[in-house]
């Protein structure tokens, strides 16, 4: 969603220090729409960033999406569960998550978050993580799959839902 509690503009602004800084050469795809659309372009305008974010709309293939990006960015301010987070993990990509919200309990220690609202240290999370090195990428895409799998699977949230239930019903005759 192309709404303020995501603050794309914390994520904007990141993207231009490191534009900036580095002269770092990227593409950033935003998946969604909104009512902060028009804002959020203007935005991008007034960073010069035109031809490094590119709004897609609304897609349905964001698994795919998310195999052939580098780099997944959670720049939200707030969150109740961010499941993208969960979703990025399953993909196996690396991530740079705000503390969001939930984002600590779910990435574990396969990343540190950033404080919200904070552009450059934002932007020195994406450049570090970008500049990691070809093993600890592989290392780090390895226990994201898996975490995604031992800890939200289905069939592991099943598991955890029932035993949860039982746990209310022992005793009870």
Known sequence: ???????????????????????????????????DYEKLKKIVFQLNLNNEIVFLGLRDDIPQLMKLCDLYILPSLFEGLPTVLIEALAASCLIVSTDCGGAKEILGNITDVVPTQTPNLLAEKIYSTLNL?????????????????????????????LKEYNSKFEGIE
């Open 133 to 161: 090195s070809n093993d600890k990428i592989n290392i780090v895409k390895k226990l994201s799959f898996e975490r995604a799998n031992n800890l939200f699977s289905l069939e592991k949230m099943n598991l955890n839902w």
């Open 1 to 35: 969603r192309l709404h303020y509690q995501k603050d794309y503009p914390n994520l904007f602004y990141s993207l231009s220090i490191l534009k900036e800084k580095y002269n770092l050469m990227f593409k950033c795809l935003i998946v969604g729409e909104g009512d």
